[in-house]
Protein backbone atom coordinates (compact mmCIF):
# COMPACT_ATOMS: atom_id res chain seq x y z
CA UNK A 1 0.00 0.00 0.00
CA UNK A 2 1.55 3.11 -1.21
CA UNK A 3 1.15 6.81 0.78
CA UNK A 4 -1.86 7.97 -1.31
CA UNK A 5 -3.45 4.54 -0.64
CA UNK A 6 -2.80 4.92 2.96
CA UNK A 7 -4.04 8.40 3.10
CA UNK A 8 -7.60 7.30 1.44
CA UNK A 9 -7.40 3.98 4.01
CA UNK A 10 -7.10 6.17 7.05
CA UNK A 11 -8.77 9.81 6.19
CA UNK A 12 -12.00 7.79 4.17
CA UNK A 13 -15.09 10.49 3.26
CA UNK A 14 -17.07 11.03 6.73
CA UNK A 15 -20.35 12.72 7.11
CA UNK A 16 -20.95 12.46 10.74
CA UNK A 17 -20.33 15.23 12.70
CA UNK A 18 -19.74 13.63 16.07
CA UNK A 19 -17.07 11.51 17.24
CA UNK A 20 -19.17 8.94 19.39
CA UNK A 21 -21.02 7.87 16.15
CA UNK A 22 -17.44 6.95 14.10
CA UNK A 23 -17.65 3.65 13.31
CA UNK A 24 -13.94 2.45 12.04
CA UNK A 25 -12.68 -1.28 10.05
CA UNK A 26 -11.76 -4.02 12.47
CA UNK A 27 -8.02 -4.47 13.56
CA UNK A 28 -7.52 -7.23 11.40
CA UNK A 29 -8.17 -5.23 8.02
CA UNK A 30 -5.60 -2.95 8.58
CA UNK A 31 -2.80 -2.55 6.18
CA UNK A 32 0.10 -5.00 6.68
CA UNK A 33 3.22 -2.33 6.60
CA UNK A 34 6.45 -2.35 7.81
CA UNK A 35 6.51 0.06 11.34
CA UNK A 36 9.10 2.13 9.43
CA UNK A 37 6.62 2.31 6.65
CA UNK A 38 3.87 3.55 9.38
CA UNK A 39 6.31 5.92 10.63
CA UNK A 40 7.23 7.91 7.70
CA UNK A 41 3.31 8.00 6.55
CA UNK A 42 2.45 9.10 10.00
CA UNK A 43 4.91 11.98 9.65
CA UNK A 44 3.87 13.05 5.96
CA UNK A 45 0.32 13.56 7.50
CA UNK A 46 1.69 15.75 10.37
CA UNK A 47 4.11 17.66 8.68
CA UNK A 48 1.53 18.45 5.55
CA UNK A 49 -1.61 18.49 8.07
CA UNK A 50 -2.48 22.03 7.10
CA UNK A 51 -2.81 20.97 3.55
CA UNK A 52 -4.53 17.57 4.75
CA UNK A 53 -6.83 20.04 6.25
CA UNK A 54 -7.79 22.16 3.45
CA UNK A 55 -8.38 19.31 1.32
CA UNK A 56 -10.53 17.03 3.93
CA UNK A 57 -11.78 19.68 6.07
CA UNK A 58 -12.45 19.22 9.85
CA UNK A 59 -14.49 16.24 10.44
CA UNK A 60 -12.58 14.23 7.51
CA UNK A 61 -9.33 15.24 9.49
CA UNK A 62 -10.44 14.48 12.97
CA UNK A 63 -11.60 11.13 12.33
CA UNK A 64 -8.51 9.98 10.56
CA UNK A 65 -6.66 11.51 12.92
CA UNK A 66 -8.02 9.59 15.78
CA UNK A 67 -6.90 6.28 13.83
CA UNK A 68 -3.79 7.49 13.70
CA UNK A 69 -3.35 8.33 17.56
CA UNK A 70 -5.73 6.08 19.12
CA UNK A 71 -4.50 2.73 20.22
CA UNK A 72 -8.37 1.88 20.86
CA UNK A 73 -9.43 2.32 17.24
CA UNK A 74 -5.92 1.07 15.52
CA UNK A 75 -2.27 -0.05 16.30
CA UNK A 76 -1.35 2.54 13.93
CA UNK A 77 0.99 4.84 17.12
CA UNK A 78 2.73 2.01 17.95
CA UNK A 79 4.69 2.20 15.07
CA UNK A 80 6.41 5.20 16.48
CA UNK A 81 7.67 3.14 19.77
CA UNK A 82 8.60 0.17 17.97
CA UNK A 83 12.47 -1.09 18.15
CA UNK A 84 12.49 -1.41 14.60
CA UNK A 85 12.42 1.63 14.15
CA UNK A 86 15.31 4.33 14.10
CA UNK A 87 15.36 6.52 17.04
CA UNK A 88 15.96 9.14 14.44
CA UNK A 89 12.86 8.23 12.60
CA UNK A 90 10.59 7.98 15.60
CA UNK A 91 11.62 11.17 17.37
CA UNK A 92 11.29 13.14 14.01
CA UNK A 93 7.67 11.73 13.97
CA UNK A 94 6.92 12.68 17.61
CA UNK A 95 8.05 15.71 17.05
CA UNK A 96 5.88 16.31 14.12
CA UNK A 97 3.00 16.18 16.60
CA UNK A 98 3.64 19.72 17.15
CA UNK A 99 2.52 21.24 13.68
CA UNK A 100 -1.20 18.81 14.00
CA UNK A 101 -1.18 21.14 17.30
CA UNK A 102 -0.87 24.33 15.84
CA UNK A 103 -3.52 23.48 13.68
CA UNK A 104 -5.44 22.63 16.55
CA UNK A 105 -5.04 26.12 18.37
CA UNK A 106 -5.93 27.36 14.97
CA UNK A 107 -8.90 25.41 14.32
CA UNK A 108 -10.27 24.10 17.76
CA UNK A 109 -13.34 26.13 18.97
CA UNK A 110 -16.63 25.19 20.37
CA UNK A 111 -18.56 23.94 17.10
CA UNK A 112 -15.59 21.55 15.96
CA UNK A 113 -16.39 18.92 18.47
CA UNK A 114 -14.66 16.15 16.75
CA UNK A 115 -11.23 17.88 16.55
CA UNK A 116 -11.75 19.28 20.20
CA UNK A 117 -12.26 15.53 21.07
CA UNK A 118 -8.95 14.54 19.29
CA UNK A 119 -7.04 17.59 20.92
CA UNK A 120 -8.11 17.01 24.40
CA UNK A 121 -7.33 13.07 24.10
CA UNK A 122 -3.93 12.90 22.36
CA UNK A 123 -1.62 12.18 24.99
CA UNK A 124 -4.10 10.00 26.47
CA UNK A 125 -4.77 7.83 23.80
CA UNK A 126 -0.46 8.16 22.75
CA UNK A 127 0.55 4.97 24.18
CA UNK A 128 3.61 6.29 26.00
CA UNK A 129 3.02 7.69 29.17
CA UNK A 130 6.49 7.64 31.04
CA UNK A 131 6.15 4.88 32.91
CA UNK A 132 7.71 0.86 32.25
CA UNK A 133 11.24 -0.19 31.51
CA UNK A 134 13.25 2.68 30.00
CA UNK A 135 16.34 2.01 27.68
CA UNK A 136 18.01 4.89 26.33
CA UNK A 137 15.70 4.71 23.26
CA UNK A 138 12.74 5.55 25.38
CA UNK A 139 14.88 7.73 27.48
CA UNK A 140 15.22 10.21 24.65
CA UNK A 141 11.74 10.00 23.39
CA UNK A 142 10.68 10.79 27.17
CA UNK A 143 12.01 14.04 26.81
CA UNK A 144 10.93 15.32 23.59
CA UNK A 145 7.31 14.27 24.86
CA UNK A 146 7.39 16.27 27.88
CA UNK A 147 9.15 19.35 26.28
CA UNK A 148 6.16 19.10 23.40
CA UNK A 149 3.99 18.85 26.25
CA UNK A 150 5.79 22.22 27.93
CA UNK A 151 5.62 24.06 24.95
CA UNK A 152 1.88 23.51 24.87
CA UNK A 153 1.01 25.12 28.20
CA UNK A 154 2.20 28.37 26.18
CA UNK A 155 0.01 28.15 24.16
CA UNK A 156 -3.04 30.63 23.86
CA UNK A 157 -5.61 27.93 23.15
CA UNK A 158 -7.36 26.49 26.27
CA UNK A 159 -7.71 23.12 24.35
CA UNK A 160 -3.98 22.84 23.67
CA UNK A 161 -3.07 23.53 26.97
CA UNK A 162 -5.89 21.40 28.51
CA UNK A 163 -4.42 18.34 26.31
CA UNK A 164 -1.15 19.16 27.92
CA UNK A 165 -2.08 18.75 31.26
CA UNK A 166 -4.49 16.06 30.72
CA UNK A 167 -0.90 14.31 29.09
CA UNK A 168 1.05 15.38 32.10
CA UNK A 169 -1.22 14.20 34.02
CA UNK A 170 -0.93 10.82 32.82
CA UNK A 171 3.06 11.20 33.05
CA UNK A 172 3.08 12.32 36.70
CA UNK A 173 3.05 9.10 37.64
CA UNK A 174 6.62 7.76 35.66
CA UNK A 175 8.21 11.49 36.22
CA UNK A 176 6.63 12.98 39.10
CA UNK A 177 9.34 15.99 39.78
CA UNK A 178 9.89 16.79 36.04
CA UNK A 179 5.71 17.07 36.01
CA UNK A 180 5.41 19.02 38.64
CA UNK A 181 8.11 21.10 37.96
CA UNK A 182 6.41 21.83 34.59
CA UNK A 183 3.27 22.76 35.84
CA UNK A 184 4.63 24.82 38.10
CA UNK A 185 6.96 26.67 35.72
CA UNK A 186 4.17 27.51 33.48
CA UNK A 187 1.64 28.47 35.71
CA UNK A 188 1.22 32.03 34.66
CA UNK A 189 0.92 30.65 30.83
CA UNK A 190 -2.22 28.76 32.17
CA UNK A 191 -5.83 30.43 32.01
CA UNK A 192 -7.35 31.17 34.96
CA UNK A 193 -10.71 28.19 34.41
CA UNK A 194 -7.89 25.88 33.54
CA UNK A 195 -5.60 26.51 37.09
CA UNK A 196 -7.64 24.38 39.40
CA UNK A 197 -7.21 21.25 36.46
CA UNK A 198 -3.66 21.99 36.42
CA UNK A 199 -3.45 21.60 40.05
CA UNK A 200 -4.64 17.85 39.54
CA UNK A 201 -2.58 17.07 37.05
CA UNK A 202 0.30 18.07 38.70
CA UNK A 203 -0.48 15.37 40.82
CA UNK A 204 -1.55 12.70 38.81
CA UNK A 205 -5.57 13.40 38.84
CA UNK A 206 -6.65 13.78 35.21
CA UNK A 207 -10.56 14.13 35.82
Known sequence: MDL?????YVFPKVQLSDFLDW?????FEAPNLEKKVICSYVGHVFVNIEKMHSEFGIERLAYGLNYIINP????TS?????????????IDTIS?????????????????KSLNYVCKMWWDFFPRHGTGTRNNSIKKIDQYILMILESLLKYKSHYC??????????????YPEEVETIIENNTKHIPAKLLEYADKCKHGITF
Not at 96 to 112: A, H, K, P
Not at 167 to 174: E, K, S
Request: charged share 25%; net charge negative; with cysteine.
Open 161 to 174: VESALHGLGHWHAG
Open 78 to 90: YALLDDSVSDEIK
Open 96 to 112: SMSNVFILFERQCDENT
Open 23 to 27: KYPDF
Open 4 to 8: DEWIK
Open 72 to 75: FVSL
